[in-house]
């Protein structure tokens, strides 16, 4: 049983930056894919951004393009979510997760294990 989970969320201002970092044990972390998505307080959970095994390719929602990164390191089972310039509708909580399988999904379901989510606050 893969368990995630993540660090580094905090609160900063609008414009600001924060990193997030999401570890992973118990299972052959180069072998799937990982993602993150957020859920705001009276929303839905949503797509963030998402790396394959190997980190050539990622996929990001319109939303965080070009402001968010997301990048993974396979020698310490870390994936990271570096997010720039951030706005207040950034504000949510923010969930790393295990994808079943190597090829990025966007949809939630494709993922099978999931972190306890990490809060990121940003004021105007």
């Known amino acids: 049983q893969v368990q995630v989970v993540e660090s580094g969320g905090g609160s900063v201002q609008a414009g600001g930056s924060l990193t997030l970092s999401c570890a992973t044990s118990?299972?052959?972390?180069?072998?799937?894919?990982m993602g993150w998505f957020r859920q705001a307080p009276g929303k839905e959970r949503e797509f963030v951004a998402a790396i394959d095994i190997s980190g050539g390719r990622t996929a990001y929602a319109d939303s965080v393009k070009d402001r968010f990164t997301i990048s993974r390191d396979n020698t310490k089972n870390l994936v990271y979510l570096q997010m720039n310039n951030l706005k207040p509708e950034d504000t949510a909580v923010y969930y790393c997760?295990?994808?079943?399988?190597?090829?990025?999904?966007?949809?939630?379901?494709?993922?099978?294990?999931w972190g306890q989510g990490t809060q990121v606050t940003v004021s105007s």
């Open positions: 118990g299972g052959v972390f180069s072998t799937y894919a």
């Open positions: 997760a295990k994808d079943r399988g190597s090829v990025i999904t966007q949809r939630a379901r494709g993922y099978d294990a």
